[in-house]
């Protein structure tokens, strides 16, 4: 009788310090940063100050700011998702060029120092950011251009103000709502031309993934801001309430005192 009191006190009192956790993958979870990475033919990279940059000056180069940043989140965007599936990059058109006849100038730099960090998800899960070429297009609307001398605007999607399973999702992908990452596809050309009407990259992105695609700022030390530097050991935080972890550090403050009392009576009369 004794092992089985002293096992229901001991469960009374997990029970009391139990703590919420957040759904695994939700977006506000911190996301680390890639820092470095694997690029086929040129090795190990600088993610922020030579890839990204390079990427940008080969894929867009020639476009104006805004829609540089947009390029720049969605080609680290890309880099993520390479690289949590397979640990590297290619350097071509079968993923994104990083080696071209074109040097990453001041402008391309400034793009990625912009958005430093920042990469699109969805529910918590990094979407392949598949961008081409597009139609080139003229403003206002920017959409419905007719000149497509790369053949490739029919991967492009359209998803300004959609959410959730309205989002028209590209072919360039697995077409299928449950395809997390899929989120659609930007137009190079497309991008340029809202640019120039004035969107910011923000908008821009949300033009062609969608309006509820999360931009999230990775952190780690090579983003502008960044802090990954984790908390002293053996430091516990501090409340005026007494709590620690949520549990009352004061036996008398506890919710569960009164339980833990009875019990201990309990057993002083069994003995």
């Not at 990453?104 to 990094?126: C, F, N, P, W």
């Not at 395809?179 to 821009?204: F, K, M, P, T, V």
Request: aromatic share 6%; proline share 4%; hydrophobic share 30%.
């Amino acid at each position: 009788m004794l092992c089985r009191a002293v096992s229901a006190v001991a469960l009374l009192a997990a029970a009391g310090c139990a703590t919420e956790l957040d759904d695994v993958g939700a977006s506000s979870h911190a996301l680390d940063a890639f820092c470095e990475a694997e690029v086929s033919g040129s090795g190990t990279l600088d993610v922020e100050n030579d890839y990204i940059p390079q990427v940008v000056a080969c894929e867009n180069g020639g476009a104006s700011l805004e829609a540089l940043k947009a390029q720049a989140v969605a080609a680290r965007t890309y880099l993520y998702y390479k690289l949590k599936r397979q640990g590297s990059i290619g350097d071509g058109q079968g993923d994104q060029v990083y080696t071209c006849g074109a040097t990453a100038g001041d402008k391309h730099m400034r793009a990625a120092r912009e958005t430093s960090g920042q990469v699109l998800r969805y529910q918590g899960v990094i979407i392949a950011a598949f961008y081409v070429a597009g139609a080139l297009q003229s403003g206002p609307d920017c959409r419905g251009g007719t000149s497509d001398p790369t053949g490739t605007e029919h991967f492009v999607t359209y998803n300004e103000g959609k959410t959730g399973n309205n989002v028209e999702q590209t072919t360039l992908g697995w077409v299928d709502p449950g395809n997390l990452e899929n989120r659609g596809c930007q137009s190079q050309n497309g991008a340029h031309c809202l640019s120039d009407e004035g969107w910011d990259y923000d908008s821009i992105l949300r033009y062609f993934y969608g309006e509820d695609i999360d931009v999230t700022t990775a952190k780690g030390p090579c983003v502008e801001g960044g802090d990954d530097e984790p908390p002293p050991p053996d430091e516990e935080p501090e409340s005026s309430n007494g709590l620690i972890g949520g549990c009352s550090t004061s036996g008398s403050g506890s919710p569960l005192a009164p339980l833990l009392l009875l019990a201990l009576a309990w057993l002083r009369r069994r003995s």
